[in-house]
């Protein structure tokens, strides 16, 4: 396969196990660039060590993860990043002793590999480049605020900017919106599918959220007891009996729009 | 009144959490708070413990003034707190987990056995003596659930049990919670998936940047899709 | 063969004690967070007592009598430490929590030698064990077998009251989560005051066993707090098997070691600890640490470089103490040299703490080296003042790239104790190493040239080179690379996942830190003429420790504030009173318990209080640059 006919992201018979337990057994699947993946699946399914083994913070006991043909499988984070993939966390991960346009700014200077350049100055690096993120996320007026004063909503935006900050391939979003209202929820899920689509980055993100899922993913892979169980469309995969066996339930508890008797 | 909360203020260092919140609990009920992340939810309930130091208000619980109290005393008065993010102790045994909570039995509160938490929750009691660093995140939400249960509480403070669980489990966690009602639980519950409070709880309060914006039933809520739409709009 | 088979017995007789103390350290560590550096004092403590107790008490009985009675009233005397000073500070940060326990340890150390005198007291043989065992014709002390013995059946005890009892259940839960612990009715203060009983009761049990072996002196609290150290750390913080198997690991290297490199024993054993460390960074039987949960709502200022009016201030102020030689005599001007050099140390020490997060237990290794790198170029080279300045740091640097390269591979606790183990090392080197060294008579006779040699000439130069070091940490503080630096203690995962090579920043600043701390040494063997092994030696350490945090922390001018008060303020002491460490040792722990954010941080919320206007307008001002 060649880079440009290469799906953006492929993943070939992943596996990992940890003491003996098998958390992910040969899992394989690709990503388009511009398509949104949802990776769903029970607790304790292996959904984070697989997107783990994905960023780089896990490596593999086998198989192989490749972005554009380009293997990546176990470079560290730092490396998969340099090689277009951008990241947020479940729980927000960002410099709470600085702005919050230096959080964007640290992470070009980074990009620009100027980091032991002493000539250089952080606060006043590319902040045309910074204030356009912020403003695309809508933080704009946020630049100067100290990061550790956001509130949780406008943090995880922050989040997207800075995971925005090296023009990535791939954005990689763990439980991009756990512990978000459902109305925040919507809005920050709508700002990254138009991001995604308009730039052409593919999305990987795991949700518990089915509203979530079922709203914004194009396709959704569902994983339980670390196999890959069932792949397809979020109506594929919502009328499938095992999914909902293992993991849907009653659809008692998320939006009744998605639930299978009033899916048309 | 099982529980009533008055004029709660509360911070971290210099910052002002919580404003005058105003909450109460009637005996059997089950009350959801419901909010998004950072709004002052989990707050509310550590205060209502005594975890958090610096705070000012009047806490009543089963008519007595426990503001002053200690955790550990405010705990065994009866008032039992589920913390969130599981918390529970990875190194010890599912057993162990349930000695730690263990308190002795109280009068005018639900008596709870290790038998009868393992038929309320079946799960547990097929892994008794596995470590809590094994178990899934549903597993282990059940048992920090199960380990309150152990202290015998009157009334539950349970912090965000759906978070981060598939939805299957999250409607086992919603019976579970039925059942410890039917019991004679009392039950203040915090929470975002409005769905999931919908199954549990007859009243609710809303609260915004630390302060409550909204109190009223189920029905009331349901009722009112402007609050809906302003707070938790889906 | 014999011979051999003796000297690894004889090993584990000496891995009892040891064993009985790091359990204790390790339990207390487990459940209150708290590195105990004071457990080294109530073993001391437990071994005088125990000295005294089993002179007065007559017969077989008493004298066992007198080794239980000692270890209870040093665990009673914990108890009173624990509910008067550590139930304050349990909720500060660590460092602050080992700097108070070494508080009361130099507190101790004078008041031993108050009570009992400064000579070695040898205690009584034990009863019933004065005669010795014969093993393939060598001579076992009888003793020693009973220590044998007694180490795993204390494991044993442990083991069950850890595992078989609810006391022992509530203790490991509370190891891994205190709050919740609480949250579940169980009341923390009596636990915590209980385990820390348990913990110092082993410490001093393990002291009074001591005396039938040793001699018991004023010394020994620091002997084996380091040894602890390293025995924990191999074994796992935590661990109470770990601290088992280490200390007999420990002995034995020890026992074996000193046959085989008399010379670098000590060495060795820290040899082992670092690799150890760096294959297995929590021990072998330890477990990673969970990471600090974040504070919602701690919200934190972030840094700004000064604005044009406070460098204009810092101006003045230069120009003020640039002036004193015209109005101070030579002893001031002396003191303000030693001032600016300790700046320089203190800010170094402060660049790597407060923008890295690496809270350094060891940094005097690199002022130390600076020193004896400055002190060999002018004694074996004959170079002059000047190269010796610029080439005598390299020694550091050199040090700071080694040792550094390990240490940045660890966090919190651990980084700390593998610091002062490297720290150790150097300082071994220095005393041990007689022939280039010069030992504990260390170098005498190195004089600054001509120019400076003057208190007053010196002076400027002092605070020429300080100006200079400060001034550049506070660029560095701000370029990028100060910034990769902040992200990487804000955030490590954040780091990696934006291609910031967190492990090589955190070595780069370690590097600058122990070069500048090595420029400090370069200086202060001018300063004195002469270079001893204190230079490198763990109460230099801990006085750089003080004075960040006298200073501050989390402020980026406190390490030059804790330098100036810290140092006048040690000066005077020593030149009034006998019990300098009495008097210094309380000073740090009431700094400790009132001054927690330090000086500075003090006076920054005493100015948000009382003038909140300040600090608008200062808000006021940045949103107006930022425009």
């Known amino acids: 396969m060649s880079a440009s006919t290469a799906p953006l992201l492929a993943v070939e018979g992943l596996t990992k196990s940890f003491g003996g337990v098998h958390a992910v057994r040969n899992v394989s699947f690709a990503l388009t660039a511009g398509e949104i993946l949802a990776l769903i699946g029970p607790n304790g399914a292996g959904k984070t060590t697989c997107f783990n083994m994905l960023n780089g913070q896990i490596t593999p006991d086998a198989g192989h993860i490749r972005l554009e043909g380009r293997e990546i499988t176990g470079l560290a984070p730092r490396e998969v990043w340099r090689r277009g993939v951008g990241r947020t966390f479940q729980i927000t991960a960002t410099f709470p002793t600085m702005t919050v346009r230096e959080n964007v700014q640290v992470v070009l200077v980074s990009h620009e590999g100027q980091i032991f350049n002493p000539w250089c100055s952080t606060p006043t690096f590319a902040l045309a480049e910074a204030d356009r993120l912020l403003e695309l996320v809508g933080m704009g007026g946020f630049a100067e605020r100290p990061c550790g004063e956001l509130a949780y909503g406008d943090l995880k935006r922050l989040e997207l900017a800075v995971a925005l900050a090296n023009r990535p391939k791939l954005l990689l979003m763990d439980e991009p919106t756990a512990g978000m209202a459902p109305r925040e929820r919507i809005e920050l899920m709508r700002l990254t599918a138009r991001i995604a689509r308009e730039q052409k980055i593919g999305v990987l993100f795991t949700e518990h959220d089915m509203d979530v899922v079922f709203e914004h993913a194009d396709r959704v892979i569902v994983l339980n007891r670390g196999m890959l169980i069932a792949e397809g469309t979020p109506a594929e995969v919502r009328h499938d009996p095992q999914v909902r066996a293992i993991y849907l339930g009653e659809g008692l508890v998320y939006d009744a729009r998605h639930r299978e008797d009033s899916a048309t | ?234 | 063969m014999s011979f051999y088979v003796v000297q690894f017995l004889s090993g584990l007789a000496s891995a009892a004690s040891l064993f009985l103390v790091a359990s204790g350290l390790s339990i207390i560590f487990g459940v209150t967070r708290i590195v105990n550096f004071a457990h080294g004092a109530f073993y001391m403590v437990g071994a005088y007592l125990a000295y005294t107790l089993t002179e007065q008490l007559a017969g077989t009985f008493g004298f066992w009598a007198g080794i239980v009675l000692a270890a209870l009233a040093v665990a009673a005397i914990g108890v009173v430490v624990e509910m008067v000073l550590l139930r304050r500070i349990y909720r500060s940060p660590e460092l602050f929590q080992l700097l108070a326990t070494f508080g009361l340890t130099l507190m101790v150390e004078d008041l031993v030698v108050l009570i009992w005198g400064p000579d070695d007291l040898l205690g009584r043989r034990a009863p019933g064990m004065r005669g010795a065992i014969d093993i393939f014709g060598q001579n076992l002390p009888t003793y020693d077998v009973f220590l044998i013995v007694l180490g795993p059946l204390v494991l044993g005890l442990l083991w069950l009251l850890f595992r078989r009892t609810r006391w022992g259940i509530l203790v490991r839960a509370a190891t891994q989560d205190r709050d919740t612990v609480a949250a579940l009715g169980v009341n923390q203060k009596w636990l915590f005051t209980s385990v820390f009983a348990l913990g110092v009761f082993l410490a001093a049990l393990g002291g009074a066993l001591q005396i039938p072996r040793d001699a018991v002196n004023h010394t020994m609290d620091l002997r084996i707090i380091v040894d602890v150290f390293v025995v924990v750390v191999i074994g796992g913080l935590g661990s109470i098997t770990g601290a088992f198997v280490a200390a007999v690991l420990v002995s034995e290297l020890n026992a074996f070691g000193i046959l085989v490199f008399p010379k670098i024993s000590i060495v060795l054993i820290f040899l082992v600890m670092a690799v150890v460390l760096v294959v297995r960074p929590w021990g072998l039987f330890g477990k990673p640490e969970a990471p600090a949960r974040q504070m919602p709502g701690l919200t934190v200022r972030p840094w700004r470089p000064l604005s044009v009016n406070e460098r204009l201030a810092f101006l003045v102020l230069l120009i003020a103490a640039a002036a004193l030689p015209l109005f101070a005599g030579n002893y001031v001007l002396t003191i303000g040299a030693e001032i600016a050099i300790f700046a320089i140390f203190a800010a170094s020490l402060h660049f790597m703490m407060a923008v890295g997060g690496l809270a350094s237990f060891g940094h005097a290794a690199y002022f130390g080296l600076g020193s004896y790198g400055v002190a060999m170029l002018a004694k074996f080279a004959g170079l002059p003042m000047v190269a010796c300045l610029l080439l005598g740091p390299l020694m550091g640097l050199i040090g700071a790239v080694v040792f550094g390269w390990f240490c940045v591979r660890l966090s919190g606790v651990y980084f700390a104790m593998l610091t002062l183990a490297f720290a150790q090392i150097v300082w071994s080197i220095a005393f041990q190493w007689v022939e280039v060294t010069g030992g504990d008579n260390g170098m005498l006779g190195i004089w600054p040239d001509a120019w400076v040699a003057t208190p007053a000439t010196f002076y400027w130069l002092s605070l020429t080179v300080a100006a200079l070091a400060v001034g550049g940490l506070r660029w560095l503080t701000f370029s990028p690379f100060g910034y990769a630096l902040r992200a990487m203690r804000d955030s490590p995962l954040r780091s990696e996942s934006v291609g910031i090579d967190g492990k090589r920043v955190q070595w780069a600043a370690f590097v600058v830190a122990g070069t500048v701390a090595a420029l400090a040494g370069a200086m202060f063997v001018y300063l004195k003429g002469s270079v001893f092994p204190d230079n490198a030696g763990i109460a230099l350490s801990v006085d750089a420790l003080v004075m960040v945090l006298l200073g501050g922390v989390e402020t980026v001018s406190g390490a030059l504030v804790g330098a100036i008060v810290y140092k006048a303020l040690a000066i005077w002491l020593v030149s009034y009173t006998e019990l300098s460490k009495l008097v210094l040792g309380a000073i740090i722990v009431v700094m400790v318990v009132a001054f927690p954010k330090g000086l500075v941080g003090m006076w920054e919320v005493l100015q948000a209080r009382y003038w909140p206007g300040a600090t608008a307008s200062g808000k006021a001002r940045r949103a107006e640059v930022a425009e």
Not at chain 2, 64 to 89: K, M, Q, S
Not at chain 2, 136 to 148: D, K, V
Not at chain 2, 159 to 188: F, R
């Open chain 2, 1 to 234: 009144m099982k529980l009533s909360v008055n004029a709660l203020n509360s911070f971290y260092g210099p910052a002002h959490i919580l404003f005058d919140v105003e909450l109460d609990v009637a005996e059997g009920e089950v009350v959801a708070l419901l909010g998004r992340n950072g709004a002052g939810k989990s707050t509310t309930f550590r205060s209502i413990v005594g975890l958090v130091a610096q705070r000012s208000g009047r806490i009543v619980f089963e008519g007595r003034d426990v503001t002053r109290e200690p955790t550990h005393a405010i705990v065994r008065a009866g008032l039992g707190y589920v913390p969130e993010d599981r918390r529970i102790f990875t190194d010890l045994t599912v057993e162990e987990n349930l000695e730690v909570g263990r308190q002795p039995p109280r009068a005018g509160a639900p008596q709870w056995t290790r038998d009868k938490l393992f038929t309320l929750f079946p799960n547990l009691g097929e892994m008794r003596s596995r470590l809590g660093g094994r178990m899934s995140g549903g597993e282990q939400q059940m048992l920090t659930i199960a380990r309150t249960l152990m202290g015998n509480p009157s009334l539950v403070l349970l912090d965000e049990p759906s978070e981060g669980l598939s939805p299957k489990i999250v409607e086992q966690m919603a019976h579970a919670i039925l059942t410890m009602k039917k019991e004679g639980v009392s039950i203040l519950v915090s929470e975002q998936n409005l769905h999931f409070a919908r199954l549990i709880s007859d009243r609710v309060s809303i609260i915004e940047r630390g302060r409550i914006c909204y109190r009223g039933t189920m029905e009331e809520l349901e009722a009112r899709p402007d609050i809906r739409d302003a707070h938790l709009a889906v």
